[in-house]
């Protein structure tokens, strides 16, 4: 199913009154995973910019200082898709990672301004870039994921791949339970849609999948009565 529900998704309160939406699991799920900085996250900006104001979902922004990387910020994606960087300033909003101190909370409160917008029937494409990380924390963000992960629409994003999570975990001293979160969240990617590796070799490739992909749905939705 390539196009978006005729109607809104109706939301749930789940645990601890928790609002996730309603929906049903997708067999259009394309992620990227591989090397730090390879170009995952530019690939799939560049694949959906001519389409941004049908997107939603989350952008992690890298922070530089002096140059420098410092931190990451969680930008919402709203119909505009944010830079893949930019400069550090203090007060920014979304900046979940910053010295190498995890700050899992700033996540919940993004994920939760994120769903809402998810189930809007004018966005077409969800964006999550990336999950993964440190969010797998976090229980509350992690049932908004699966919300939004079940809503049927098409689903861009990069996974943190197991080895770059294995550094990050020691990086951070993070409890060894993130891992079976990581291979839970791995094997509903896998089953229901597409994860590619990411190298400096199929980098042409990579794009022109994700190009593919987002064009056959577009098809499939011209063709239902409901262009793009």
């Known amino acids: 199913m390539c196009k978006a529900a005729s109607r809104e998704y109706l939301f749930r309160l789940g645990a601890n009154g928790i609002i996730v939406p309603i929906g049903r699991d997708s067999q259009v799920h394309c992620f990227l995973q591989g090397a730090p900085k390879i170009g995952k996250s530019t690939l799939l900006r560049s694949a959906l910019l001519p389409y941004e104001r049908f997107v939603c979902g989350i952008m992690v922004q890298r922070l530089l200082k002096k140059g420098r990387l410092c931190g990451y910020r969680a930008c919402v994606v709203n119909g505009l898709l944010p830079t893949i ?43 999550l870039d990336e999950i993964g990380g440190v969010e797998l924390l976090s229980n509350q963000f992690m049932e908004l994921l699966w919300g939004i992960l079940a809503l049927g629409k098409p689903v861009f994003g990069v996974l943190k791949s197991k080895q770059n ?40 490739q990579t794009g022109n999948f994700i190009e593919a992909a987002i064009n056959n749905c577009r098809k499939r939705s011209a063709a239902s009565g409901k262009g793009r």
Request: glycine share 4%; hydrophobic share 40%; proline share 5%.
């Open 85 to 127: 960087e930019r400069k550090y300033q203090e007060g920014l909003e979304g900046i979940f990672l910053y010295n190498k101190i995890p700050l899992p909370g700033i996540l919940e409160k993004v994920i939760n301004r994120a769903a809402p917008l998810c189930t809007k029937e004018r966005f077409h494409y969800i964006l």
């Open 165 to 204: 999570l294995v550094q990050t975990a020691r990086q951070l001293n993070l409890p060894d339970n993130i891992f079976k979160q990581w291979d839970k969240l791995h094997r509903h990617i896998t089953l229901n849609g597409k994860l590619l590796t990411v190298t400096r070799d199929n980098m042409v």
